[in-house]
Nanobody
Framework: QVQLVESGGGLVQPGGSLRLSCVASGSISSFNRMGWFRRAPGEERELVASIINGVTKYSDSARGRYTISRDIPKNAMYLQMNNLKADDTAVYSC?????????WGQGTQVTVSS
């Protein structure tokens, strides 16, 4: 069983940046699927960035502004978010998975407001 803990969320003004972190309680080297999701109030959960079998992908809304990365020795993954907009306001959650299991963090709130 692996536990994921996100951090780095908060209140930021439009145009600002945040870096979200997701730290695992164990090794992430076995996970071939890693991603960041978000859920805004009243909306469906959205996959904004992923690393699947080494290939990085972004949603249309995230492309060009978000960067997903991982540090396997530190058992961590990150989401750098730049040029944030009000529409980016949501709870952001990380996910790690392989063919056996998926693991989810509890989420961290990101609020973009002036």
């Amino acid at each position: 069983q692996v536990q994921l803990v996100e951090s780095g969320g908060g209140l930021v003004q439009p145009g600002g940046s945040l870096r979200l972190s997701c730290v695992a309680s164990g090794s992430i080297s076995s996970f071939n699927r890693m991603g960041w999701f978000r859920r805004a109030p009243g909306e469906e959960r959205e996959l904004v960035a992923s690393i699947i079998n080494g290939v990085t992908k972004y949603s249309d809304s995230a492309r060009g502004r978000y960067t997903i990365s991982r540090d396997i020795p530190k058992n961590a993954m990150y989401l750098q978010m730049n040029n944030l907009k009000a529409d980016d306001t949501a709870v952001y959650s990380c996910m790690c998975g392989n063919r056996f299991s998926d693991y989810w963090g509890q989420g961290t709130q990101v609020t973009v407001s002036s």
